[in-house]
């Protein structure tokens, strides 16, 4: 359910924002989030980020597969470099920044494959992780509870 939640509310904000900017990617980072949390969902998360991204595809770009294919890299990418961490090694700033990672190869992606490429791509890739920011800040301080209400 949550899966579907966090694409409904991106793709409310791409309604929102159509013609003014990029939309943050609120899917991914729910993936990314579920998929550091409870790491055991590994194949239902995949699965989840290959639908998602069809979907996105379907209704925005026209041409199946390719958020999918960046989300499911994208996904595998972090789950992997997380999971080769040591537990002590998994820090706040550290999962901020695995999050931040996360969201830029699709960003640039989209931006290249959107009506940016006119001139302002620099100026749409910093607005859209602007918007970013505060939800990475939000990650970041459920994972710190997280972290401080674990036996770990």
């Given at each position: ?12 904000l791409?309604?929102l ?6 939309v943050?990617e609120?899917?991914?980072l ?35 597969g390719?958020?999918?294919l960046?989300?499911g ?17 998994r820090?706040?700033p550290l999962?901020?920044a ?5 969201s830029?190869?699709i960003?640039l ?23 970013m ?14 972290l ?5």
């Open positions: 359910m949550i899966y579907l939640l966090s694409w409904y509310a991106q793709d409310f791409q309604v924002g159509t013609g003014t900017a990029l943050p609120v899917f991914l729910t993936l990314v989030v579920l998929s550091v949390f409870r790491p055991e969902k590994g194949p239902e998360i995949l699965w989840a980020a290959f639908f998602g991204g069809v979907l996105w595809d379907l209704r925005w770009v026209g041409f199946p390719i958020t999918s960046l989300y890299v994208t996904l595998t990418a972090v789950q992997l470099f997380w999971n080769s961490l040591p537990v002590s090694g820090t706040v999962f901020g695995s999050l931040l990672g996360a830029i190869p960003a992606t989209r931006i290249f494959l959107s009506r940016y490429r006119e001139g302002g791509i620099f100026t749409a890739w910093l607005l859209q992780q602007s918007y920011l505060p939800l990475i800040l939000l990650a970041c301080a459920l994972y710190a509870w997280r401080k209400n674990s036996d770990v």
